[in-house]
Every structure is written in structure tokens, then in C-alpha cells.
């Protein structure tokens, strides 16, 4: 038995529960945007956890984990992948290429030479991210941080992307992310320009160990382009609309086909 776990009802959610009808995969449906009786979820094995909400997310693979469960994703992988510099550290640790990152815990004096990115720990859709190119513009930054970690981060390349969505250890599609005119965040949400991307060799390696290094059974991995390939970010419940339009590839059948694969065990 295999349950979806979710907030909102987005795309995504849709075309899961769309694939596992065509998969004849049964797909309970666990809306969790209000009080729920989570009693029950012991008896049943794998919960694919789609929150919004990344508290909802996190609280409900603790939960799944206690009973017992197989939360996709893992609590573990959860937390890894919501923070930037947790996934960083994980990447690193296990020798894949990142970009070279400082850590910033509070108000420092920190040279920059030239242009650097700084965001925060967790965010995403490109909100919480920023270019500087002085030590003032730092400065001001880290003031109105109000407590947050942030990451000072070399800048690689133009912010042109690759978005490589792996499942079950598998690189199943890919598109190249290229910023709007005028920006430098490659985002999806922002409005750029998508291309189908082929996805083999190094980048798929890159791609699968990356997701393997967070502890994801499917993720949507970021790799910066620039003198060579960097490993951005991971992300541990990732949005595959804009992918699917760009490849056409059935990303959600390949998600309930793993999930399918992990009830069997
Ligand atoms: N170190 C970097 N070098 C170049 N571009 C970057 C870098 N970090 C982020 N970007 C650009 O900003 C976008 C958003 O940053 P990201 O770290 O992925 O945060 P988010 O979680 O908001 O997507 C990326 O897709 C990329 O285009
Ligand atoms: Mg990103």
C-alpha cells in the first residue's frame, strides 16, 4: 500500500495520482492541511510525502519513521535537502564538486573578491538568494539577516543550470534552465527559458551520488554550469511540472513505479 501525503493539491500531486491509476498502483490519499488522525498510518508501508508545508513535510516522516513506515522522503533526507548548507556539507563530505561556500553564522568581516551569491540556508523558487558585488552590499545583507545562516558562495558561470531529476538511484530526465533576460536565477518559477538536456555520464554520476549523499530515493538535483560541473542543491520534494513540459518524460510514472518497488519489500 502506498499512501500520498500532501497539503495542497498541485500539479504534481495530480499527475502522481493520474500515474498510479495507469500504473494500477493503489494510492491513498492523506490530506494533512488540517487535523488528521495519524494513528492509523502504522498499518500501512510507504508514504510518498508532497507537503508545501516543509514542517508539515518533516513532522510527518518522524511520524511515519516511529510506526514504523518508509517515508519517501526520509526525515534524514528531508532536513538534509531543505538546508542548503546541510546539503553542502553532505556533497562535499563525500567529494562531489560544490561551489566554494562559506558559511555565515552572524555578522562577519569577510572579503569578497568580485561577485558573490549569498542565501539563506533554506529557501527556494530563487526568493532568498542575492548577487553582491561589494563588501558594503554584504554588509547590509548579513545586518538584516535576523538570525539566519547564511552561505557566501562563488559564482559559477551565468546561474545557467541543469535540473536533473533523479529516481530510485536512476537519472530519468533533465532540462537545461536558462535565467530571463536581466536575471542571473535560473528558477523555473522565474520565468526562463527551459531545454530538454541529455542525461548521461558525468552528469548523470553526478546526479545520482548526489541524491545518494542526501539519503533521497528521488530528488531534483541542481548542477551549475561553468569551467566545469558544480552540484548546486537537492531537493527532497521537488515540483516537475516545467520538467515534463520541457521532456515529456512521465516523471510521475517513474516516482510510483519506485514507490511501487519499495511496497514490494
Ligand atoms: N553559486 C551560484 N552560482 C551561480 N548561480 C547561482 C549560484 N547559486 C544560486 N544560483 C542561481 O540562483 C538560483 C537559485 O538559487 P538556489 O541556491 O538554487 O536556491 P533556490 O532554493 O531558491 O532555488 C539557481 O537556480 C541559480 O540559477
Ligand atoms: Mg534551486
Known amino acids: ?21 495507469r500504473l494500477s498502483v493503489r494510492l491513498e490519499l492523506a490530506q494533512i492541511g488540517e ?8 498499518r500501512q508501508e510507504v508514504y510518498l510525502i508532497r507537503t508545501l ?12 519513521e516511529g510506526n514504523g513506515g518508509i517515508a519517501v522522503n526520509s526525515f534524514c533526507a528531508l532536513v538534509t535537502s531543505w538546508n542548503k548548507a546541510a546539503t553542502h556539507a553532505k556533497l562535499k563530505g563525500v567529494g562531489l564538486p560544490v561551489p566554494k ?20 540556508v533554506s529557501g527556494s523558487w530563487g526568493r532568498k538568494v542575492a548577487l553582491v558585488s561589494t563588501p558594503e552590499e554584504l554588509k547590509l545583507l548579513l545586518k ?18 541543469i535540473r536533473v531529476f533523479v529516481v530510485g538511484g536512476r537519472a530519468v530526465a533533465a532540462m537545461r534552465r536558462i535565467p530571463p533576460e536581466g536575471d542571473w536565477r535560473s528558477n523555473a518559477a522565474r520565468g526562463g527559458k527551459t531545454l530538454p538536456q541529455p542525461v548521461d555520464g558525468e552528469l548523470e554520476e553526478l546526479a545520482v551520488k548526489a541524491a545518494e549523499a542526501v539519503g533521497a530515493h528521488y530528488a531534483g538535483v541542481d548542477v551549475l554550469v561553468g569551467d566545469k ?16 513540459k520541457t521532456t515529456g518524460i ?16
Request: charged share 25%; no cysteine; proline share 1%.
Open 144 to 161: 538584516s539577516a535576523e538570525g539566519d545562516v547564511l552561505m557566501l558562495q562563488e559564482m559559477v558561470g551565468t546561474g545557467e543550470d
Open 53 to 64: 508545508s516543509h514542517n508539515r513535510g518533516i513532522t510527518t516522516a518522524a511520524i511515519i
Open 101 to 120: 561556500t562559506a558559511i555565515l553564522f552572524g555578522e562577519a568581516d569577510v572579503e569578497i573578491g568580485g561577485r558573490a551569491i549569498v542565501k539563506t
Open 250 to 265: 512521465d516523471v510521475a510514472g517513474h516516482i510510483i513505479q519506485t514507490l511501487k518497488d519499495l511496497a514490494k519489500r
Open 229 to 244: 560541473l558544480y552540484i548546486n542543491e537537492v531537493n527532497g520534494i521537488p515540483e516537475f511540472k516545467a520538467l515534463v
Open 1 to 21: 500500500m502506498v499512501t500520498l501525503v500532501y497539503d495542497v493539491l498541485r500539479e504534481e500531486e495530480k499527475m502522481l495520482i493520474k500515474a498510479a491509476e
Open 35 to 42: 487535523a488528521v488522525e495519524v494513528e492509523g498510518w502504522r
